[in-house]
């Protein structure tokens, strides 16, 4: 062979590696979650979407992760176990992902655990309440998660701020809806109020399609409660506070800081009405508030900024855990990941996110209290940062 028909071949054996190369960075990291973008809980669950798309939108537009995009494919489980059921076999077995995540409402769980057992794939729970699995100290092994608002920890800030707010003996009231684990939260609330001297005088587990507000709000106020606690959906607390007030009713409400928490502060503007989470409200103004806020504007997503911080904090692990993760990434690889997960939360918590082989909640989860304030006109945090250790 010539000397020229040498360096002819040479230079398409040369296009054919290259171009193989090319084809190869371009294989994505294939994650797949089935979540309640419709149906129940769905104002809760889909702003994650959102978030998780505007996240992973300029990820892939600065390279992606490790030379590589990542492809999210999202599936509608409208809040339906059987949906939920036929979406994690669809996602493992045909569209290969190496991780799961679900944001949707508890009873779709089991179904997906099942199955990411049956293939071992790891579990990402993002946006809906933890399973108690991933509690220390014998976390389940695939079984991770990231949701600001856990069982069994809420409630024991929520006792002791209104043990640190109170000025006069407390006559607590206390509100679930009549659901499994909104029950329990307020059951466990319960038992910790007499230890701190508060009297119990009443306790409604208010049905989630009630209408009415006003006969639940009625037992409550002529029970002669002057603080009442709520562990429930964001309808459930706000419209029950909202009845007692109809009824002028004159006492302080304690709430749990859902999505919709910070817009509702500024629409009631009560200063006796205090909200409480894992996640830091806008109203605190850090970079990274301003980073969600500018990237909300910018790409027009369907939430408003104020609802994107839980998916925005699952994007930050997702996207930490890929990074440790090398290609081509595996289950098995992703797992190993998840299990040694320290990530810095830029100041949306009050501390980082440390998952480990017995952990996989956080090892320490972090509280912070807000309410309107009349003298300043806007939303103020009453309470810094306060730490409680999971173990």
Known sequence: MSGKKLRI????????????????????????????????????????????????????????????????????NAAE?????????????????????????????????????????????????????????????????SSGFASKYDSRFAMSFIKEQAKEPVKLGLVSMNIPISRGEIDFAETLAGPLGFVVVEKEAIPPTTPDFIPFATKIKNAGANWVYSWAPWATQVKTFEALRKLGWKGKYLAFAHIQAEEELERLKDDDFFVFGANGLFADNTSTHQKIRNTAAKEKTIYPYTQLTEGWLAAMVLEEVLKKTSWPGTPEKVKAAMNQLNLDMKELRGGPLVWTPNNHFRTVNYYRAYKWSSNQKKVVHVKEWTPYTVK
């Open 9 to 76: 071949w040479g230079m398409v054996v040369i296009g054919i590696l290259l171009s193989f190369r090319l084809t190869l960075a371009q294989e994505p990291y294939v994650v797949g979650i089935s979540m309640a973008i419709t149906g129940r809980g769905s104002e809760i669950y889909a702003p994650v979407k959102d978030a998780l798309d505007v996240y992973f939108k300029e990820v892939n537009a600065k390279g992606g992760i490790n030379g590589h995009p990542v492809k999210i494919i999202f599936e509608d």
């Open 81 to 145: 176990p059987s949906k939920a059921a036929s979406d994690a076999k669809k996602l493992i077995t045909q569209d290969k992902v190496i991780l799961l995540m679900n944001a949707s409402l508890s009873s779709t769980y089991a179904p997906m655990i099942q199955t990411a057992k049956r293939y071992n794939v790891p579990i990402f729970f993002a946006g809906a309440v933890c399973p108690n699995e991933v509690y220390p100290p014998n976390a389940d092994d695939i079984q991770f998660c």
